[in-house]
């Protein structure tokens, strides 16, 4: 009797583990995040207070394949489709062929900038870039070598996009891999 106890106790134990991850990852995939733009949302609703507005979305410097620094302040005046990525990052991979997509419709209206977590260990600017040219994406990639946009926009979690319209206000936000339809939307929150 004690033996199917303890049996029961290990399987009553998994089940709330699982439970618990599978509820993690439904709150990290949800998809974009209109909810904390309380500025927009009070505004398309009539209510704008001046104090309250959209936050102003950091610069930050990081790097080209060949070494060359790129600032977000360098796009100024057009939409920014900002994502943070790795290539040993499976969510990651499996959004990127969207992404792909929405910068060949969309490439002149809206920048991507694909940020990858560059940790010199765990990736490299060589294995980010080959990952790249195997797929054969054609968004621009840029390196995060010294963690500093990584640390001004909080992208502890991967994939992490942010929407951040023209005049440079971060309008919205997806943290897990976002579907066609997510960047979509995100996408039609910061065109003009």
């Known amino acids: 009797m004690r033996g199917k106890r303890a049996l029961f106790l290990i399987l009553l134990a998994l089940v709330l583990v699982m ?16 909810g904390a733009l309380a500025a927009q949302e009070t505004e398309e609703a009539g209510q704008a207070d001046e104090a309250e507005e959209q936050p102003l ?3 930050f410097t ?15 005046g057009k939409p920014v489709v900002l994502n943070f990525w790795a290539s040993w990052c499976g969510p990651c991979k499996s959004e990127m062929p969207d992404f792909d997509a929405a910068h060949q419709e969309l490439g002149e209206d809206v920048q991507f900038l694909m940020i990858n977590m560059t940790d010199g260990s765990r990736e ?6 080959a990952y790249v040219a195997e797929q054969g994406f054609t968004f621009p990639v840029f390196y995060d070598t010294q963690s500093e946009a990584a640390l001004a926009y909080g992208a502890y979690s991967l994939p992490t996009t942010y929407f951040i319209d023209a005049e440079g ?6 943290v897990g891999a976002l579907s066609a339809e997510a960047l979509q939307q995100g996408i039609d929150m910061i065109l003009p």
Do not use: F, I, M
């Open 124 to 129: 490299t600017v060589d294995t980010a870039s």
């Open 169 to 174: 206000y971060a309008v919205a936000r997806g």
């Open 57 to 59: 979305a950091p610069d």
């Open 62 to 76: 990081v790097y080209d394949a060949e070494g060359n620094p790129v600032r977000l302040s360098d796009y100024a």
């Open 19 to 34: 439970g618990g991850a599978y509820a993690l990852y439904g709150r990290l995939s949800a998809g974009v995040d209109t």
